[in-house]
């Protein structure tokens, strides 16, 4: 049962326009989420994360939204650059614990 | 310079050996995981420790094993018993604050079964 959901193993978007990446999650015990972002042939890195008790985190050209209603969360990226082109990966911890729990990846093209 | 190290990046197998994957953080963290890739898919949990002399099996952890006799080290066996071992490897810690849990993770371990 997967605790942690990308329904959208890819995205295509024009270079300038935003892209929203999605995430769903099923553990209401899920208190921290972050986004990280992945090049082919290398280990993700952190890019932006949010804590329950929020419903917005910005940075930058990145911005992160939390439903805790919905259980569902979402990463904005305004303007979208080709360079943005990577995997994205969802994740979720809990408050018992040191696990994350990882989506299963949304790919983003940016087209120049 | 603080980081997690995966050695080798590229690794070739003959069919029915053995293989051991390399990782090492220098980051202090109590928590550690491997972690598979195959193309197009997103990344699945093969094994996972979160303290030293203790582990965890993953989704995926038959055919794999594993040691965590140091807290700077988590090396992965690739047993012949794995049936598909062609895929992009990943190692990762983690470290819990206030905020909440983060992983970093290696530049990964392609491992290609010839």
């Known amino acids: 049962d997967q605790q942690v959901k990308q329904n959208s193993p890819s995205l295509s978007v024009q270079e300038g326009r935003i892209s929203i990446l999605n995430c769903d999650y099923t553990?209401?015990?899920?208190?921290?989420f972050l986004w990280y972002k992945k090049y082919p042939a290398e280990g993700p890195t952190f890019l932006i994360s949010i804590s329950s008790i929020k419903d917005k985190n910005e940075d930058g050209r990145f911005t992160v939204f939390l439903n805790k209603s919905a259980k569902h969360l979402s990463l904005h990226i305004v303007p979208s650059q080709p360079g943005d082109s990577a995997v994205y990966f969802c994740a979720a911890s809990g408050n018992a614990g040191n696990m994350l729990t990882f989506g299963g990846g949304t790919r983003l093209m940016v087209k120049p | 310079d603080g980081g997690i190290t995966q050695s080798p990046k590229y690794l070739f197998r003959k069919e029915g050996q053995n293989v051991t994957l390399s990782c090492e953080q220098n980051l202090n963290h109590d928590a550690m995981y491997w972690y598979r890739q195959d193309p197009g898919q997103g990344l699945r949990l093969i094994y996972y420790s979160q303290i030293v002399n203790d582990f965890q099996k993953g989704d995926i952890a038959e055919g794999y094993s594993v040691s965590r006799e140091k807290k700077e080290s988590f090396p992965l066996t690739v047993t012949s018993a794995q049936k598909n071992p062609t895929a992009f490897y990943l190692c990762a810690s983690s470290y819990r604050d206030k905020k909440g849990t983060e992983a970093f993770f290696g530049q990964g371990t392609r491992l290609t079964v010839v």
């Open positions: 553990n209401s015990m899920f208190d921290y």
